[in-house]
């Protein structure tokens, strides 16, 4: 908790901004993650959250090696995966619906 607070302070969040993306970039690296388009940010970002809050919530946790936080990390991961199935079945379903609005204007004449 003495670290995250000297990390909190003013003069301190560029660096620590930057090393937890270093992090986050390291942690996907490691598990495999080659994507070089936009998901690339949005991933990192997304673990960069997790993490963050993960620790701050470590600094209250009184159980027994962690085991709140490690339920807590869970329900993050479980919900980050969730929203990420939700983003790529929206962004499925908006890519669907422009390329038939597309083809309904095509089919009026309208040259596209």
Do not use: C
């Not at 937890?20 to 991933?43: C, M, N, R």
């Not at 993490?51 to 090696?65: H, I």
């Not at 807590?72 to 479980?78: D, N, S, T, Y």
Request: net charge neutral.
């Amino acid at each position: 908790s003495q670290a995250l607070a000297i990390m909190a302070q003013p003069s301190h969040v560029p660096a620590s901004l930057h090393e937890l993306a270093l992090l986050a970039d390291e942690i996907h690296f490691q598990a495999g993650d080659t994507s070089v388009d936009p998901t690339w940010y949005t991933k990192r970002g997304g673990l960069s959250v997790i993490y963050a809050s993960s620790e701050l919530f470590m600094t209250n946790d009184r159980s027994p090696g962690f085991g709140e936080t490690r339920a807590f990390l869970q329900r993050r991961l479980a919900e980050a995966g969730s929203l990420s199935n939700a983003v790529g079945g929206l962004t499925q379903w908006i890519g669907f619906t422009a390329a038939a609005g597309v083809n309904v204007l095509r089919s009026k004449g309208v040259r596209i």
